[in-house]
T-cell receptor, first 112, second 114 residues
Framework: SQQGEEDPQALSIQEGENATMNCSYKTSINNLQWYRQNSGRGLVHLILIRSNEREKHSGRLRVTLDTSKKSSSLLITASRAADTASYFCATDAADSWGKLQFGAGTQVVVTP | EPEVTQTPSHQVTQMGQEVILRCVPISNHLYFYWYRQILGQKVEFLVSFYNNEISEKSEIFDDQFSVERPDGSNFTLKIRSTKLEDSAMYFC????????????FGPGTRLTVT
């Protein structure tokens, strides 16, 4: 089955540094979405990139998508302590009603 | 800013009991979803709901599960006879329309089955 898989599993950086995490998936997608989850809390939608897009920006976030390699990356620039969270990619298959398939996530810790 | 709400935030129930988890999606959204996250595991899709019927469901969503939109605002997930393995965080999500794919999640209901 199609899944998003993030890499690395965990990332520890200092404030001001950039954080990059990757996501790989297996089958055709309509779009790919990135979410953030603070410990024990809900999922916050960060950014969506459609299958015909290659790059998208939102504030300090930059997402790329390479459909030929079936991979995406999320870059958080100038990280802050408040960026400490788990980050998940979720793929929306081309033939679904919006069923999102999530990866296991990347746990990011930003130290002041 | 509109948001998805869920009640209760935490539900403890005994094995075999029925539970109903409630969600109020964002008011003008048309697509509704339930997901669950067992502690330490991935978020898993359960069911999608559109135009008052299930549009897609996963293997997890067996006969013990049902969803309903009893009025214009609530969206519920019922588990008829809970099992220990149903213990998880359950998330409701909603989406605006056909061409708008972002899903907005509620804060979740933590279900503990003892």
């Amino acid at each position: 089955s199609q899944q998003g898989e993030e890499d690395p599993q965990a990332l520890s950086i200092q404030e001001g540094e950039n954080a990059t995490m990757n996501c790989s998936y297996k089958t055709s997608i309509n779009n790919l979405q990135w979410y953030r989850q603070n410990s024990g809390r809900g999922l916050v939608h960060l950014i969506l990139i459609r299958s015909n897009e290659r790059e998208k920006h939102s504030g300090r976030l930059r997402v790329t998508l390479d459909t030929s390699k079936k991979s995406s990356s999320l870059l958080i620039t100038a990280s802050r302590a408040a960026d400490t969270a788990s980050y998940f990619c979720a793929t929306d298959a081309a033939d679904s009603w919006g069923k999102l398939q999530f990866g296991a996530g990347t746990q990011v810790v930003v130290t002041p | 800013e509109p948001e998805v709400t869920q009640t209760p935030s935490h539900q403890v129930t005994q094995m075999g009991q029925e539970v109903i988890l409630r969600c109020v999606p964002i008011s003008n959204h048309l697509y509704f979803y339930w997901y669950r996250q067992i502690l330490g595991q991935k978020v898993e899709f359960l069911v999608s709901f559109y135009n008052n019927e299930i549009s897609e469901k996963s293997e997890i969503f067996d006969d013990q599960f049902s969803v309903e939109r009893p009025d214009g605002s609530n969206f519920t997930l019922k588990i008829r006879s809970t099992k220990l393995e149903d213990s998880a965080m359950y998330f409701c999500a909603s989406r605006l329309q056909d061409t708008s794919y972002e899903q907005y999640f509620g804060p979740g209901t933590r279900l503990t089955v003892t």
